[in-house]
């Protein structure tokens, strides 16, 4: 049996069909109180648009970028994955999908970035400065509708936030650390970069349970990574150089790094990162590592095409729609 079509919007609503593809299609020329009345007439038979065919019959191509750092390894080469499979899908429905990769943590070289972009909507995973925010607001102005991806932006003024609650995910680690240690040792923190607001919100809600909860452990001064496996590795071998460590936070990247580090030491540390990668994976199947705190980044994509698509078609999107739930990975439940 088929669903609702838009012959029954127009029935229930009581307009020609034509009023109904204006305001499905934000044509213009109809009268808010119509405007209305089609609305509540799609929520009454629970019509739903076939987006793609609607895109054919109108011809209507939409171009949506992702801004996202580059790089073949841990997280960001699971986004690039990512983004590579849906742009092949997305072609069927005409939307295309650019890729415009920056250097890591460089903020000048997101502006330039953010500078040349010419789309109807674009996704964007940056470092949190007053420049950034500049390019955002130009974009804006430009009419181009915009989101952050998996590092909130909220001074911005972008259009809406795709990925975990961040502070969450510190929270959890944090209370995860606290237990697994037993409240007592020294315990370090290294995120990739205190400037990317993911990483800041990780290492505040792990803080935070830290202080409230284990106050028996001691918190070294954080350190940054820069999500480069040599330097993570640095800065666990000279901070174990002179304590020992009942426990390692790695919010960032550069875990290849921290597996050749924390095989070194004895005791071996509690250790809990971000993101189930493959050497993360692995490092949880060895023993290496203890916990996994993941984002499931396929769905992160979807949501945010989705969110865009809903933007350019002037429609809202839900209040969570952007929302990406945590996953937690330990030895007995990985694959």
């Known amino acids: 049996m088929s669903g609702p079509t838009v012959r029954d919007v127009a029935e229930v609503a009581q307009v020609s069909l034509a009023t109904v593809d204006r305001v499905l299609n934000n044509r213009g020329g109809v009268s808010a109180k119509v405007v209305d009345r089609v609305k509540a007439a799609v929520a009454q038979t629970g019509y739903v648009r076939n987006l793609a065919a609607a895109n054919l019959s109108r011809r209507r191509v939409y171009r949506f970028c992702f801004v996202i750092p580059s790089g073949d390894t841990g997280f960001i080469a699971l986004l690039h994955e990512a983004l590579a499979r849906e742009q092949q899908r997305l072609m069927e429905e005409q939307v295309l999908v650019q890729v415009v990769p920056t250097k890591p943590f460089d903020v000048e070289d997101q502006v330039a970035a953010l500078r040349n972009l010419e789309c109807d909507a674009v996704a964007v995973m940056a470092s949190e400065a007053p420049?950034?925010?500049?390019?955002?607001?130009?974009?804006?102005?430009?009419?181009?509708?915009?989101?952050?991806?998996?590092?909130?932006?909220?001074?911005?003024?972008?259009?809406?936030?795709?990925?975990?609650?961040?502070?969450?995910?510190?929270?959890?680690?944090?209370?995860?650390?606290?237990?697994?240690?037993?409240?007592?040792?020294?315990?370090?923190?290294?995120?990739?970069?205190?400037?990317?607001?993911?990483?800041?919100?990780?290492?505040?809600?792990?803080?935070?349970?830290?202080?409230?909860?284990?106050?028996?452990?001691?918190?070294?001064?954080?350190?940054?990574?820069?999500?480069?496996?040599?330097?993570?590795?640095?800065?666990?071998?000279?901070?174990?150089?002179?304590?020992?460590?009942?426990?390692?936070y790695a919010i960032g990247a550069g875990n290849r790094g921290l597996v050749r580090a924390v095989r070194t030491l004895a005791p071996r540390p509690t250790t809990i990162v971000h993101e189930l990668t493959p050497t993360s994976r692995e490092a949880l199947r060895s023993g290496t590592f203890d916990l996994v705190i993941d984002q499931d980044i396929l769905s992160g994509v979807i949501a945010a095409v989705k969110i865009m698509r809903d933007l350019t078609e002037a429609t809202t999107p839900p209040a969570d729609a952007g929302r990406i739930k945590l996953n937690i990975y330990s030895r007995e439940n990985i694959q």
């Open 131 to 248: 420049e950034i925010n500049e390019e955002i607001a130009a974009l804006h102005a430009s009419g181009v509708r915009v989101i952050s991806l998996v590092a909130d932006l909220p001074s911005s003024g972008r259009d809406a936030y795709v990925g975990p609650d961040n502070v969450m995910a510190g929270r959890t680690a944090g209370e995860f650390m606290g237990r697994f240690i037993k409240d007592q040792g020294n315990v370090l923190m290294i995120a990739g970069s205190l400037a990317a607001r993911d990483h800041s919100e990780r290492l505040l809600g792990f803080r935070m349970v830290m202080q409230e909860r284990f106050g028996g452990c001691t918190l070294l001064p954080a350190a940054q990574g820069a999500d480069n496996a040599e330097r993570v590795e640095q800065i666990v071998l000279e901070a174990a150089r002179d304590r020992r460590l009942a426990g390692i």
